[in-house]
Protein backbone atom coordinates (compact mmCIF):
# COMPACT_ATOMS: atom_id res chain seq x y z
CA UNK A 1 0.00 0.00 0.00
CA UNK A 2 1.33 3.48 -0.44
CA UNK A 3 0.39 6.65 0.89
CA UNK A 4 -1.35 9.73 -1.41
CA UNK A 5 0.37 13.03 -0.78
CA UNK A 6 -2.61 14.22 1.58
CA UNK A 7 -2.35 10.61 3.71
CA UNK A 8 1.28 12.06 3.99
CA UNK A 9 0.63 15.23 5.09
CA UNK A 10 -1.80 14.19 7.29
CA UNK A 11 0.31 11.42 9.44
CA UNK A 12 3.08 14.70 9.40
CA UNK A 13 0.50 16.70 10.87
CA UNK A 14 -0.59 14.08 13.30
CA UNK A 15 3.53 13.22 14.24
CA UNK A 16 3.64 17.44 14.67
CA UNK A 17 0.13 17.31 16.87
CA UNK A 18 2.75 15.74 19.73
CA UNK A 19 3.93 18.73 20.45
CA UNK A 20 1.27 19.22 22.59
CA UNK A 21 2.66 16.31 24.29
CA UNK A 22 6.43 18.32 24.66
CA UNK A 23 8.12 18.79 28.18
CA UNK A 24 8.41 22.45 27.80
CA UNK A 25 4.43 22.51 29.04
CA UNK A 26 5.76 21.00 31.95
CA UNK A 27 5.41 23.18 35.21
CA UNK A 28 9.24 22.32 36.26
CA UNK A 29 10.30 23.33 32.94
CA UNK A 30 7.96 26.52 32.45
CA UNK A 31 9.54 27.49 35.72
CA UNK A 32 12.99 27.26 34.69
CA UNK A 33 12.50 29.31 31.53
CA UNK A 34 10.84 31.79 33.76
CA UNK A 35 14.16 32.25 36.04
CA UNK A 36 11.91 30.91 39.19
CA UNK A 37 14.13 27.67 40.01
CA UNK A 38 16.84 28.09 42.70
CA UNK A 39 20.53 26.83 42.66
CA UNK A 40 19.19 23.29 44.11
CA UNK A 41 16.76 22.76 41.47
CA UNK A 42 19.26 23.43 38.80
CA UNK A 43 21.46 21.07 40.04
CA UNK A 44 18.68 18.12 40.67
CA UNK A 45 17.42 18.72 37.53
CA UNK A 46 21.21 18.10 35.75
CA UNK A 47 22.10 15.43 37.91
CA UNK A 48 18.68 13.90 36.88
CA UNK A 49 18.75 14.45 33.47
CA UNK A 50 22.17 13.28 32.82
CA UNK A 51 21.03 9.55 32.56
CA UNK A 52 19.35 10.53 29.70
CA UNK A 53 21.77 12.21 28.05
CA UNK A 54 24.02 8.84 28.91
CA UNK A 55 21.57 6.65 27.31
CA UNK A 56 20.68 8.26 24.41
CA UNK A 57 24.01 6.27 22.52
CA UNK A 58 22.84 2.86 23.91
CA UNK A 59 19.40 3.81 22.46
CA UNK A 60 20.57 4.89 19.04
CA UNK A 61 22.41 1.93 19.26
CA UNK A 62 19.64 -0.40 19.82
CA UNK A 63 17.96 1.31 16.68
CA UNK A 64 20.92 0.27 14.47
CA UNK A 65 21.45 -2.91 16.16
CA UNK A 66 17.82 -3.43 14.28
CA UNK A 67 17.84 -1.53 11.11
CA UNK A 68 18.62 -3.75 8.60
CA UNK A 69 18.40 -0.39 6.16
CA UNK A 70 22.44 0.16 5.37
CA UNK A 71 21.46 4.10 4.41
CA UNK A 72 19.41 4.37 7.57
CA UNK A 73 22.26 3.21 9.27
CA UNK A 74 25.40 5.44 7.79
CA UNK A 75 23.30 8.70 8.73
CA UNK A 76 22.02 7.05 11.93
CA UNK A 77 25.98 6.63 13.54
CA UNK A 78 26.52 10.35 13.70
CA UNK A 79 24.17 10.64 16.64
CA UNK A 80 26.34 8.08 18.41
CA UNK A 81 29.20 10.26 17.55
CA UNK A 82 26.73 13.54 18.39
CA UNK A 83 26.96 12.41 21.89
CA UNK A 84 30.18 9.97 22.79
CA UNK A 85 31.91 12.34 20.87
CA UNK A 86 34.95 11.86 17.94
CA UNK A 87 37.89 13.09 20.26
CA UNK A 88 38.71 14.35 23.74
CA UNK A 89 38.64 18.22 23.84
CA UNK A 90 38.59 20.86 25.79
CA UNK A 91 34.64 20.68 25.39
CA UNK A 92 34.01 21.11 21.66
CA UNK A 93 31.64 19.66 19.54
CA UNK A 94 34.17 16.69 18.61
CA UNK A 95 33.91 15.80 22.94
CA UNK A 96 30.33 15.28 22.10
CA UNK A 97 26.92 15.56 24.22
CA UNK A 98 28.00 13.31 27.40
CA UNK A 99 30.71 15.71 27.78
CA UNK A 100 29.32 18.68 27.13
CA UNK A 101 26.41 17.25 30.16
CA UNK A 102 29.01 16.80 32.59
CA UNK A 103 30.87 20.23 31.82
CA UNK A 104 27.05 21.59 32.08
CA UNK A 105 26.92 19.58 35.73
CA UNK A 106 30.30 21.39 37.09
CA UNK A 107 29.25 24.50 35.71
CA UNK A 108 26.15 24.43 38.24
CA UNK A 109 28.34 23.19 40.84
CA UNK A 110 28.09 19.49 40.55
CA UNK A 111 31.59 17.20 40.86
CA UNK A 112 32.18 14.70 37.57
CA UNK A 113 32.17 12.25 39.71
CA UNK A 114 29.02 12.50 41.09
CA UNK A 115 27.29 13.13 37.86
CA UNK A 116 28.50 9.76 36.25
CA UNK A 117 28.05 7.72 38.88
CA UNK A 118 24.33 9.12 38.80
CA UNK A 119 24.12 9.03 42.94
CA UNK A 120 21.52 11.87 42.65
CA UNK A 121 19.17 9.94 39.70
CA UNK A 122 15.67 9.43 41.81
CA UNK A 123 14.12 6.14 40.91
CA UNK A 124 11.42 7.60 38.39
CA UNK A 125 13.88 9.02 36.23
CA UNK A 126 16.00 5.65 36.28
CA UNK A 127 12.59 3.54 35.43
CA UNK A 128 11.81 6.13 32.18
CA UNK A 129 15.18 6.21 30.87
CA UNK A 130 15.13 2.82 31.04
CA UNK A 131 11.80 2.43 29.95
CA UNK A 132 12.82 4.13 26.44
CA UNK A 133 15.91 2.19 26.11
CA UNK A 134 14.29 -1.28 26.37
CA UNK A 135 11.69 0.25 23.92
CA UNK A 136 14.29 1.03 21.04
CA UNK A 137 15.87 -2.47 22.01
CA UNK A 138 12.43 -4.53 21.85
CA UNK A 139 9.95 -2.34 19.43
CA UNK A 140 10.24 -2.64 15.81
CA UNK A 141 13.30 -0.67 14.32
CA UNK A 142 11.12 2.45 12.68
CA UNK A 143 8.94 2.90 15.66
CA UNK A 144 11.96 3.65 17.67
CA UNK A 145 13.42 6.05 14.80
CA UNK A 146 9.26 7.86 15.33
CA UNK A 147 9.75 7.91 18.59
CA UNK A 148 13.71 9.81 18.18
CA UNK A 149 10.70 12.59 16.82
CA UNK A 150 10.81 15.09 19.96
CA UNK A 151 13.65 16.28 18.37
CA UNK A 152 11.18 18.03 15.87
CA UNK A 153 10.07 20.11 18.06
CA UNK A 154 13.67 20.56 20.52
CA UNK A 155 15.24 23.35 19.02
CA UNK A 156 12.49 26.16 19.93
CA UNK A 157 12.66 24.77 23.72
CA UNK A 158 16.93 24.41 23.41
CA UNK A 159 16.55 28.38 22.25
CA UNK A 160 14.26 29.50 24.86
CA UNK A 161 16.07 27.43 27.38
CA UNK A 162 19.49 28.89 25.97
CA UNK A 163 18.19 32.57 26.40
CA UNK A 164 16.76 31.64 29.62
CA UNK A 165 19.81 30.12 31.15
CA UNK A 166 21.94 33.72 30.14
CA UNK A 167 19.01 35.86 31.72
CA UNK A 168 18.63 34.40 35.02
CA UNK A 169 21.01 31.97 36.21
CA UNK A 170 24.14 34.10 35.55
CA UNK A 171 26.06 32.27 38.09
CA UNK A 172 26.00 29.66 35.41
CA UNK A 173 29.64 29.45 33.28
CA UNK A 174 28.33 30.31 30.03
CA UNK A 175 30.56 27.85 28.73
CA UNK A 176 28.55 25.27 30.22
CA UNK A 177 25.93 25.78 27.97
CA UNK A 178 27.72 24.57 25.22
CA UNK A 179 25.23 21.34 24.78
CA UNK A 180 22.17 23.68 24.12
CA UNK A 181 23.93 25.66 21.38
CA UNK A 182 25.25 22.89 19.63
CA UNK A 183 21.49 20.92 19.93
CA UNK A 184 20.13 23.89 18.18
CA UNK A 185 22.04 22.58 14.87
CA UNK A 186 21.53 18.82 15.50
CA UNK A 187 18.45 18.72 16.72
CA UNK A 188 16.85 19.74 13.21
CA UNK A 189 19.08 17.99 10.70
CA UNK A 190 18.11 14.72 12.84
CA UNK A 191 14.43 15.31 12.73
CA UNK A 192 14.55 16.32 9.37
CA UNK A 193 16.10 12.34 8.69
CA UNK A 194 13.92 10.46 11.65
CA UNK A 195 11.00 11.75 9.75
CA UNK A 196 12.43 10.89 6.23
CA UNK A 197 12.97 7.37 7.28
CA UNK A 198 9.40 7.72 9.12
CA UNK A 199 7.06 8.73 6.25
CA UNK A 200 9.03 6.47 3.60
CA UNK A 201 8.64 3.47 5.68
CA UNK A 202 5.07 3.67 7.48
CA UNK A 203 2.90 2.89 5.21
CA UNK A 204 -0.28 1.83 6.23
CA UNK A 205 -2.54 2.91 8.63
CA UNK A 206 -1.55 0.90 10.99
CA UNK A 207 2.14 1.83 10.54
CA UNK A 208 1.38 5.26 10.77
CA UNK A 209 -0.86 4.68 14.32
CA UNK A 210 2.26 2.56 15.77
CA UNK A 211 4.57 5.83 14.91
CA UNK A 212 2.52 8.21 16.72
CA UNK A 213 2.24 6.40 19.77
CA UNK A 214 6.07 6.08 19.77
CA UNK A 215 6.39 9.31 19.67
CA UNK A 216 3.71 9.84 22.49
CA UNK A 217 5.20 6.99 24.21
CA UNK A 218 9.05 9.66 24.22
CA UNK A 219 6.82 12.37 25.09
CA UNK A 220 5.58 10.58 28.11
CA UNK A 221 9.60 9.80 28.92
CA UNK A 222 10.48 13.28 28.89
CA UNK A 223 7.80 14.46 30.75
CA UNK A 224 8.36 11.80 33.31
CA UNK A 225 12.38 12.83 33.91
CA UNK A 226 10.66 16.12 34.77
CA UNK A 227 7.61 15.05 36.91
CA UNK A 228 10.26 13.61 39.21
CA UNK A 229 12.23 16.72 39.77
CA UNK A 230 11.42 18.27 42.94
CA UNK A 231 9.19 21.62 43.12
CA UNK A 232 10.47 23.67 45.84
CA UNK A 233 6.58 25.21 46.04
CA UNK A 234 4.87 22.33 46.26
CA UNK A 235 6.83 20.65 48.78
CA UNK A 236 6.54 23.56 51.19
CA UNK A 237 3.17 22.66 51.19
CA UNK A 238 2.93 18.69 50.54
CA UNK A 239 5.58 18.92 53.43
CA UNK A 240 2.61 19.40 56.16
CA UNK A 241 1.22 15.90 55.58
CA UNK A 242 4.13 14.33 56.88
CA UNK A 243 3.86 16.84 59.49
CA UNK A 244 -0.36 15.86 60.32
CA UNK A 245 0.71 12.39 60.54
CA UNK A 246 4.07 12.18 62.15
CA UNK A 247 3.16 15.35 64.32
CA UNK A 248 5.48 17.64 66.10
CA UNK A 249 6.55 19.39 69.57
CA UNK A 250 3.47 20.96 69.60
CA UNK A 251 0.63 18.53 67.97
CA UNK A 252 -0.38 15.07 68.47
CA UNK A 253 -0.44 13.95 65.01
CA UNK A 254 -2.22 11.18 62.98
CA UNK A 255 -0.12 8.15 64.15
CA UNK A 256 -0.50 8.71 67.97
CA UNK A 257 -4.27 9.91 67.35
CA UNK A 258 -4.36 6.06 65.87
CA UNK A 259 -2.43 4.44 68.75
CA UNK A 260 -4.88 5.86 70.99
CA UNK A 261 -8.35 4.72 68.98
CA UNK A 262 -6.29 1.31 68.99
CA UNK A 263 -6.12 1.63 73.46
CA UNK A 264 -9.48 2.66 72.78
CA UNK A 265 -10.88 -0.28 71.70
CA UNK A 266 -8.69 -2.95 73.61
CA UNK A 267 -5.47 -3.17 72.00
CA UNK A 268 -2.31 -2.47 73.55
CA UNK A 269 0.16 0.12 72.30
CA UNK A 270 2.98 -2.23 71.77
CA UNK A 271 0.82 -4.62 69.63
CA UNK A 272 -0.42 -1.60 67.62
CA UNK A 273 3.42 -0.36 66.76
CA UNK A 274 4.67 -4.13 65.98
CA UNK A 275 2.21 -4.66 63.43
CA UNK A 276 1.72 -8.33 64.70
CA UNK A 277 -1.41 -8.55 63.75
CA UNK A 278 -1.38 -7.35 60.43
CA UNK A 279 -2.05 -10.27 57.95
CA UNK A 280 0.17 -10.63 54.97
CA UNK A 281 -2.52 -9.18 52.28
CA UNK A 282 -2.51 -6.08 53.82
CA UNK A 283 1.00 -5.48 54.56
CA UNK A 284 1.38 -6.25 50.64
CA UNK A 285 -1.10 -3.66 49.79
CA UNK A 286 0.88 -0.99 51.75
CA UNK A 287 4.01 -1.90 50.79
CA UNK A 288 2.99 -1.56 47.08
CA UNK A 289 1.18 1.82 47.64
CA UNK A 290 4.76 2.79 48.93
CA UNK A 291 6.66 1.59 46.07
CA UNK A 292 4.24 3.27 43.56
CA UNK A 293 5.09 6.66 45.60
CA UNK A 294 9.01 6.30 45.22
CA UNK A 295 9.00 4.86 41.88
CA UNK A 296 6.11 6.82 39.85
CA UNK A 297 6.67 10.14 38.61
CA UNK A 298 5.75 12.57 41.80
CA UNK A 299 2.92 14.00 39.84
CA UNK A 300 1.27 10.50 39.60
CA UNK A 301 2.01 9.69 43.17
CA UNK A 302 0.27 13.33 43.74
CA UNK A 303 -2.84 11.91 41.70
CA UNK A 304 -3.06 9.03 43.94
CA UNK A 305 -3.50 10.80 47.35
CA UNK A 306 -6.52 12.16 45.35
CA UNK A 307 -9.21 9.32 47.33
CA UNK A 308 -8.95 12.91 49.74
CA UNK A 309 -11.71 14.43 47.93
CA UNK A 310 -14.23 11.74 48.92
CA UNK A 311 -12.79 11.17 52.31
CA UNK A 312 -14.58 13.68 53.78
CA UNK A 313 -17.94 12.42 53.84
CA UNK A 314 -16.94 8.93 54.73
CA UNK A 315 -14.92 10.13 58.06
CA UNK A 316 -18.16 12.13 58.84
CA UNK A 317 -20.32 8.81 58.75
CA UNK A 318 -17.80 6.87 60.37
CA UNK A 319 -17.77 9.35 63.27
CA UNK A 320 -21.34 9.03 63.90
CA UNK A 321 -21.72 5.65 63.51
CA UNK A 322 -19.39 4.93 66.00
CA UNK A 323 -20.79 7.09 68.36
CA UNK A 324 -24.11 5.49 68.08
CA UNK A 325 -23.45 2.14 68.01
CA UNK A 326 -20.06 1.76 70.07
CA UNK A 327 -21.32 3.60 72.97
CA UNK A 328 -18.01 1.84 75.02
CA UNK A 329 -15.86 4.56 72.54
CA UNK A 330 -15.81 8.06 73.31
CA UNK A 331 -15.55 11.15 70.83
CA UNK A 332 -12.18 12.00 71.85
CA UNK A 333 -11.56 8.42 71.33
CA UNK A 334 -11.75 9.69 66.71
CA UNK A 335 -9.59 12.15 67.09
CA UNK A 336 -8.23 10.74 63.98
CA UNK A 337 -11.07 10.56 62.00
CA UNK A 338 -12.25 14.28 63.33
CA UNK A 339 -8.82 15.63 62.42
CA UNK A 340 -9.07 14.39 58.65
CA UNK A 341 -12.48 15.92 57.99
CA UNK A 342 -10.71 19.48 59.23
CA UNK A 343 -7.91 18.23 56.98
Known amino acids: MTLTDTAT ?71 IHDHDG ?60 ASSLTEL ?8 RLAAFERHYTWIDPRGLAYFRARLTQAPRDAEHALEVVTEHCRTPDERAAAVAALAFKCDVLWAILGNCPDREIRRRWIRRITDHDGTDTTEGGIEAWLRLGEAVG ?47 LMQRRVADMLARYDWIGRDDLAYFTNRIEA
Request: with cysteine.
Open 9 to 79: DEFVAALREQSRRYHDQHPFSRRMNEGRLDRREIRCWVANRFAYQAAIPRKDAAILANCPDREVRRRWIRR
Open 267 to 313: LTRAEVLDERHVVPGVRFAVDAYVTFARTRPWLEAVASGLTEMFSGH
Open 86 to 145: TADGEGGIEAGGIEAWLRLGEAVGLRREEMEDQRHVVPGVRFAVDAYVTFARTRPWVEAV
Open 153 to 160: FAPDLMAE
